[in-house]
């Protein structure tokens, strides 16, 4: 088996093109299970297969916690995109990182606008033993380019759709 290698730091080139270019398209479908509902007796299975785990309501909102929940995911999804940006960026800049980790906290809770739904991030990087004004610009630059922040920043395209 091949041994794992990181991107090359060549992801950071500059793309020229006029329209979005897809690199990786990732597609996971959710089925309800015993209690008809995604997030409470769910289970996710990627395309590929290569992701299948079952869906369940954390305590604090009413389930038995005996499941992954959707705020787990976007949470391991956000510091493995920054760490892995977090790196490029070292890379690239000569600066070995080799004891950096990310934190991501999400958080569900009510919205004030709306009155129900909405998500906040609290993303927290540790850098040990790196001068503190090098790894400041490190985690800002990071910020700038992790499509995670992007997204928390700017929105995402997004269409919702019903199959037929």
């Known amino acids: 088996m091949k041994r794992p290698q990181p991107p090359p730091p060549s992801l950071l080139d500059k793309y020229r093109g006029a329209d979005f270019q897809p690199l990786y398209t990732a597609t996971v479908h959710v089925t309800g299970g015993e209690a008809r509902h995604g997030r409470a007796t769910g289970t996710a299975r990627s395309q590929d297969g290569s992701l299948e785990l079952s869906l369940r309501m954390p305590p604090e909102l009413g389930g038995n916690g005996e499941g992954t929940n959707p705020e787990q995911l976007f949470a391991a999804s956000y510091a493995a995109c920054f760490h892995g940006a977090l790196n490029l960026l070292a890379t690239r800049a000569q600066v070995a990182i080799p004891d950096a980790a990310v934190t991501a906290s999400v958080t569900f809770g009510r919205d004030p606008v709306d009155g129900l739904f909405t998500l906040t991030a609290d993303i927290r990087i540790s850098l040990p033993h790196m001068d503190p004004a090098m790894a400041e610009e490190l ?26």
């Open 139 to 164: 985690v800002r630059n990071t910020e700038r380019i992790c499509p995670y922040s992007k997204m928390a920043r700017d929105g995402i395209a997004c269409v919702v759709s019903l199959d037929s």
